[in-house]
């Protein structure tokens, strides 16, 4: 599910909610609300509307059966590690992720 808030005809942010049954680092329950994805434009940003798009995709998510919700984002994401924390969110771990090519 894509929510956007407009002004002005402008898209100035959106977010993109998922329901994941699959394991959800840090979560308990099936299924979870997840948080795909926030952005809003740098000009639009303090003045609520990523709080907007959080409350809009947590009330998705209880609609829809859910009692807890997720995010992620980089290491290296200062910003959204800021906006999360900001908006109640709760870090539950950081890992590692590892790759090989096998022929």
Known sequence: MYFCIMTNHLDVGFAHVSLRVDYVEGTETSPVGFLEGIYVLPEYRSRG??????????????????????????????DSILM???????ETNRIVCFKKKIE
């Open 49 to 78: 509307i990523a709080r907007a798009l959080i409350t809009a995709c947590e009330q998705f998510a209880k609609e829809n059966g859910c009692t807890e919700f997720a995010s992620d984002c980089e290491l290296t994401n200062i």
């Open 84 to 90: 999360h924390e900001k908006l109640g969110f709760e």
